[in-house]
């Protein structure tokens, strides 16, 4: 039979396992909200860890705690940090209560750990006290945002990293393909030529705004509540402790956090997340259309586009032999729609708010770590696994070009838009190419034809225009 031991709360009591560095809140946290079926984020029980460790040295310093508690409390807060004791934060993300489940979940076993390390028995909470001591000039209103604040600091970098990568095998491509002619499309529809290096160029660059827009969202959760405790007023914080924390946390955590001006305004209010997914989505919808033009170039490889070829990542189909998927394309898609939906989510949530606090972070951070999680992972993938390996299949861009009506637009400076239209009219009847009619009818010689429609004057500004021969 599993050895137990009590621990009492306002509610009553409960058999805790023995064993468990967990204590009453969190196994009433488990009881009532089994909802994902996942636990905290490992970064989050990490941010939770290094920001309990940083109030208790300000608490110590301001002699609000004494430093064999304090020493005791930034011992286990060190070991949860650095990947101990996880398996003992048990709620679930998604939660009633603004958090105050996360919250006494690393009270509670910060509280236990650092019990053990004095030479105490689990849950003997004289020695070590979860709200008095761990929790001491804190409430679960300033610990909370400012944990997810860290928390999503952290995924970003990786986010940024990702990127960072993609950007350059986007970029290296641009180079390789630089001098390749193909046709551009508008509405899907045969356009002007363009070089496909100058669409990977383009892909590169707005892979670079993304980066940018998600470093300067990033910029907002360095500023924490951190002080302001239950609703930004610093009731039960200790003056030296209200003024030297946020400097504590920013040398522990290598980050440049600030208090806010407003406490108030920063408890009462979340949109700094809504900032943070907002340029998040506006990333991942960027990359859904760099992963939309690459599955329609590779199209075929024979009956459709077949312009490149991505790399086969693994077979296709279960009764189709040989036929190659663009799978990792398909998996950028997916992961930016989950975005845009957790997107939503957060607004939703951000918006929902009332009077001094917003009861509804939990699912932002349930959504946020999601969407930049899965879209570095989405973006890693993406690089590695498909853009590196992309081949260009210059026969068949030259095919589709020369069948192509577009290139007529680049005869309007020579032979004005009615002509041009005329050709191409005649060009799609007969299914002959515009170069044949122009040189038919007589309207340019073959080396007018050849300057006109060489890869400078069609795709560099400036070059084309009507030059007199």
Known sequence: MEQTRIERDFIGEKEIPADAYYGIQSL???????????RMHSEMIRSLAILKKACAVANARAGVLDWER???????????????????????????????????NANEVIANVAIVHLGGQLGDYT?????????????????????????????????????????????????????????????????????????????????????ERVRHASHELLTINMGGTAIGTGLNADDTYFH???????????????????????TQNVDCFAAVSSAVR????????????????SSGPRAGFGEINLPARQNGSSIMPGKVNPVIPEVVNQV?????????????????GQMELNAFEPVIFCCLFQSIDQLAHAVHTFAVNCVEGITANEDRCEELLESSVGIVTALCPYIGYTKAAAL????????????????????????QLESILNVDSMTRPGISGKVPF
């Open 28 to 38: 009433r946290a488990l009881e009532n909200f089994s909802i994902t079926g996942n």
């Open 424 to 447: 191409a009219k005649e060009a799609l009847a007969k299914g002959v190419s515009i170069r044949k009619l122009v040189l038919s009818q007589g309207l340019l010689t073959t080396q």
């Open 282 to 297: 506006n990333c991942a919808i960027a990359l859904s259309k760099i992963a939309n033009d690459l599955r329609l170039m």
């Open 336 to 352: 930016a729609f989950r975005v845009v939906g957790n997107d939503v989510t957060i607004s939703m949530a951000v918006e929902a």
């Open 244 to 266: 030297s924390i946020t400097e504590i946390l920013s040398y522990h955590m290598d980050a440049s956090f600030s208090q806010a001006r407003d406490l108030i305004d920063a």
């Open 70 to 104: 304090a020493d005791a409390i930034t011992w286990a807060c060190d070991r949860i940090a650095e990947g101990e004791y996880h398996h003992q934060f048990i709620v679930d993300p998604m939660q009633g209560g603004a958090g105050t489940s996360m919250n006494m």
């Open 127 to 211: 020695i070590v006290h979860p709200n008095d001591h761990v929790n001491c000039g804190q409430s679960t209103n300033d610990v909370i945002p400012t944990a997810g604040k860290m928390t999503a600091l952290v995924l970003i970098r990786q986010l940024e990293k990702e990127l960072i990568l993609l950007r350059t095998e986007l970029d290296r491509k641009a180079v390789e393909f630089d001098s390749i002619l193909k046709m551009g499309r508008t509405q899907l529809q045969d356009a002007v030529p363009v070089r496909l290096g100058q669409e990977f160029r383009a892909y590169a660059t707005s892979v670079s705004r993304g980066l």
